[in-house]
């Protein structure tokens, strides 16, 4: 069965610090897909990212970096120079090729920037 | 404006009462979904439906009961069944049910009076 786990419940930091949002998921499917939300106050999950299982190469955008390893079962998410629009929770989820849209969400992280 | 329009924001339900929330959207996305969220955790999948008059159940679907009558409406009944409703209730689409990103409502937050 799949499985997220987003083992940090809650994150604070200071405005520009570099933030990491970890993220570790299980499954038995070759093919699959990882996903990156965010959910401001305003309750609203907006998308960030979709990784598929074949594509290792990291991504950035803007502010924004994601590590896909593998090895490890881990995509994590990091925030340079974090400003206080940050603060949201934040959601890995899972979806397996058979599974159509079938998220397995990680029980999220909630980032708290401090100015 | 296109986009998924989730009402009431905020409702309360008596015991014994059954309540309807209202996800509607204007996208053309065929596949519509409902998630539970409860407070520290992630979303769970209650009810999905891939195309008009036609759903399915998800990992949480008891106490509860959708349809799908057109394509741009898929409300979500809470039974009296569902002994513990006090959640914040998402509604998401996509174009196809083919691991592509969902868009979601701005929620419904449920509580038990």
């Known amino acids: 069965a799949q499985k997220v786990t987003q083992a940090q419940t809650e994150i604070s930091v200071v405005e520009k610090e570099d933030v990491t949002l970890d993220c570790v998921y299980e499954?038995?499917?070759?093919?699959?897909?990882l996903f990156w939300y965010k959910q401001p106050p305003s309750g609203e999950l907006v998308f960030l990212i979709r990784?598929?299982?074949?594509?290792?190469q990291n991504e950035i955008s803007g502010r924004y970096s994601w590590n896909f390893q593998k090895s490890t079962s881990s995509f994590n998410f990091t925030i340079t120079a974090s400003q206080v629009v940050d603060s949201a929770v934040y959601f890995c989820?899972?979806?397996?090729?058979?599974?159509?849209?079938?998220?397995?969400f990680g029980g999220g992280t909630r980032l708290m920037v401090k100015p | 404006d296109g986009g998924i329009t989730q009402s009431p924001k905020y409702l309360f339900r008596k015991e014994g009462q059954n309540v309807t929330l209202s996800c509607e959207q204007n996208?053309?996305?065929?596949?519509m979904y409902w998630y539970r969220q409860d407070p520290g955790q992630g979303l769970r999948l209650i009810y999905y439906?891939?195309?008009?008059?036609?759903?399915q159940k998800g990992d949480i679907a008891e106490g509860y009961s959708v349809s799908r009558e057109k394509k741009e409406s898929f409300p979500l009944t809470v039974t009296s069944a569902q002994k513990n409703p006090t959640a914040f209730y998402l509604c998401?689409?996509?174009?196809?049910?083919?691991?592509?990103?969902?868009?979601f409502g701005s929620g419904t937050q449920l509580s038990v009076l």
């Open positions: 989820a899972l979806s397996e090729r058979n599974a159509g849209n079938m998220l397995t």
């Open positions: 499954t038995r499917d070759t093919t699959y897909y």
């Open positions: 990784r598929n299982s074949f594509d290792e």
């Open positions: 996208l053309n996305h065929d596949a």
């Open positions: 439906s891939q195309i008009v008059n036609d759903f």
């Open positions: 998401a689409t996509t174009y196809s049910a083919t691991n592509e990103k969902l868009f």
